[in-house]
């Protein structure tokens, strides 16, 4: 008989971002089909990407990991990880996988483990590109040649195809590259045969785990169960609890239109969507269907460096200069620039004038009696962004501004050292869709034992 | 015609990137009927929301109303794309200050 009801647990919004042992406990006891979490986003900006770091701690992924792999291993609950490492890129993943390795050798754990790449080349995407088989996901702009050329690394978010593939290989924990968020809650019961548009909007929902309940939270446990017809959630911390309006309010999340949510293959369509309240702070979701786009298609991103940054934190309380600051700040940048002969970006930041909004701030004549000014250089070198720094900050620290009286100096600098090495430098370059005949065949898999 | 604060009427107004290239902003309604009156007088508009943040309309990328949540959604062209030097704002989280401001019509309401 087909099975009727499909569980999923999801312990955390993000892999790293922790969770209740209890709510943990509580899920395990629900006897899920799976555990499945979203270890990525692209909201932390360009720079993990290119990079290749996570934008969460080691000693964070180890701990929720050391939970999720003691039921995987010793409770047999297949487990599933999406965009490892943050990003999902190679060093991404092989990053997550020595966590997993080092926790296998300390609990003495023997498992098999199936591991799927994301990893683009610029060739592939040059390719696609002469094929006119590459477009951008407006507002982003078209690419050029040379823009794939200067990209540092390039992923694809995998859809359900590849994780189908590597379920077949019966391994207990399946270590993904750059994910479709919903995807490792959703391929499992894909391949059970549960309606697709269901599975992927529950794992929409549980791949920011509390987030969607009320009070939210991003480091909390909830459990999604499919049924043939709909899918239920409920909170598994009895402090927190489902409404017909935190999971409707959900869909409206980092999306610009809730009613199509695009993804790998195909449109989540939500127009037919009904929520519903169950008793137990539970909500029952029914009504979405997935539309199959063709030809298939994956998002791209890439990311270029654009050099390396250099900063200074300083505090201004001088009334004079606090209002007349834009024509210093600008005459300090012109003579910085002739006296070093420095083309590249220099830029400040004013805390308490416009610095949050800048062109798009309503209240920009509303001043502020003191300014926190970071000043902001970016350059082809660390050792160059450092010295156009210092320079910065000593030129406008004893700039003599027309109506000076105080004359010792214009900061109040924050810290000894007064200016911070921030390292690399990346951009968002590429953010497009590729159509694919395969959509496997982008997403290698490799079957290995861990072991102790 | 009587106006209040939408902070009275609105559980929660929020910014956030929609991906790196787009900003944005919900407004969800504590009371459906309140959500419904202001639907149907087209109170929200790309053009209103143009104006809130001072750029075009064409910079206005989608405007919809979402009955399932009693929500409003606007989404803008970043100004910069998140994380591009020059961008305060890397999730975008803070851009919503400007809809805070809003009065809306009382006309119907008890």
Redesign the interface.
């Known amino acids: 008989m087909a099975q009727t009801e499909f569980r999923v647990l999801s312990p955390t919004a993000i892999l790293g971002y922790g969770f209740p042992r209890e709510s943990f406990e509580r899920g395990m006891e629900k006897r899920p089909d799976l555990i499945g979490v979203d270890a990525g986003s692209?909201?932390?900006?360009?720079?993990y990407l290119g990079a290749g770091k996570s934008f969460t701690s080691r000693s964070a992924v180890k701990r929720d990991l050391e939970f999720i792999l003691a039921a995987a291993v010793e409770r047999s609950v297949p487990c599933i990880i999406g965009t490892a490492g943050g990003c999902g890129a190679r060093e991404h993943v092989e990053w997550t996988e020595s966590i997993i390795r080092e926790i296998a050798g300390q609990k003495g754990y023997t498992f098999p483990m199936a591991v799927i790449h994301a990893d683009v080349s610029k060739e592939t995407v040059l390719e696609a590109m002469e094929r006119q088989r590459v477009r951008p996901?407006?507002?982003?702009p078209e690419i050029t040649v040379e823009d794939v050329r200067h990209c540092v690394r390039i992923v694809a978010q995998m859809g359900a195809e590849p994780v189908l593939r590597a379920l077949d290989t019966d391994c207990r924990v399946i270590l993904c590259g750059r994910c479709y968020d919903p995807i490792p809650f959703a391929a499992p019961a894909v391949r059970a045969g549960f309606d697709p548009g269901l599975a992927v909007h529950m794992g929409k929902v549980l791949e920011c785990a509390a987030i969607a309940a009320t009070p939210g939270s991003g480091c909390d446990c909830v459990m999604g169960t499919l049924y043939r017809d709909g899918f239920e959630l409920e909170s598994l911390n009895p402090q927190r609890r489902f409404t017909?309006?935190s999971t409707?309010?959900h869909?409206?999340?980092?999306?610009?239109?809730?009613?199509h949510l695009p993804g790998p293959g195909g449109t989540l369509d939500?127009e037919a969507?009904?929520?519903e309240a169950l008793d137990g702070g539970r909500v029952r979701v029914s009504g979405t269907r997935f539309v199959p786009a063709d030809p298939y298609t994956v998002k791209l991103e890439g990311v270029k460096r654009?050099g390396y940054r250099s900063i200074c934190i300083a505090g201004i309380r001088d009334p004079i200069l606090v209002g007349r600051i834009d024509t210093v700040l600008e005459a300090v940048k012109e003579e910085v620039r002739k006296d070093l002969d420095f083309t590249g970006?220099l830029?400040f930041?004013q805390y308490g004038k416009n610095?949050?909004?800048?062109?798009?701030?309503?209240e920009k004549d509303r001043g502020s009696h003191e300014l926190g000014l970071v000043m902001?250089v970016?350059a082809p070198d660390q050792e160059q962004a450092n010295a156009v720094c210092s320079y910065l900050r000593s030129t406008l620290l004893h700039f003599g501004y027309p109506g000076r009286i105080s004359t010792a100096g214009n900061l109040a600098l924050l810290y000894s050292p007064s200016d911070i090495a921030c390292g690399e430098?990346?951009?968002?370059s590429l953010?497009h869709l590729m159509e694919v005949d395969d959509p496997e065949s982008l997403f290698p898999i490799c079957v290995r034992e861990v072991k102790p | 015609m009587k106006t209040v604060p939408l902070t009275e009427l609105a559980?929660?107004i929020r910014s956030?990137?929609?991906?790196?290239?787009?900003l944005?902003i919900?407004i969800?309604f504590k009371n459906a009927r309140h959500y419904r009156y202001l639907k149907e007088i087209h109170f929200f508009t790309e053009e209103l929301f143009a104006r809130?943040?001072?750029?075009g309309v064409e910079q206005v990328?989608?405007l919809?109303y979402?009955d399932?949540?009693?929500?409003v959604?606007c989404?803008l062209?970043?100004?910069m794309?998140?994380?591009?030097?020059?961008d305060?704002?890397?999730?975008g989280a803070?851009?919503h200050?400007?809809v805070l401001?809003l009065r809306v019509p009382l006309e119907e309401w008890p």
Do not use: C
């Not at chain 1, 430098?425 to 968002?428: D, L, S, T």
């Not at chain 2, 809130?52 to 750029?55: A, R």
């Open positions: 692209t909201d932390p900006g360009p720079y996901l407006p507002p982003a017909r309006v409707a309010a869909t409206l999340y980092e999306k610009s239109d809730p009613y939500l969507t009904r929520f654009t970006p830029l930041h610095g949050v909004m800048g062109a798009m701030e309503p902001e970016i430098v990346y951009e968002f953010y | 559980a929660v956030k990137n929609a991906g790196p290239y787009e944005t919900d969800l809130l943040y001072g750029v990328l989608n919809v979402f399932p949540a009693s929500a959604k989404t062209v970043r100004p794309v998140s994380g591009t030097p020059g305060a704002d890397v999730y803070q851009q200050a400007p401001g």
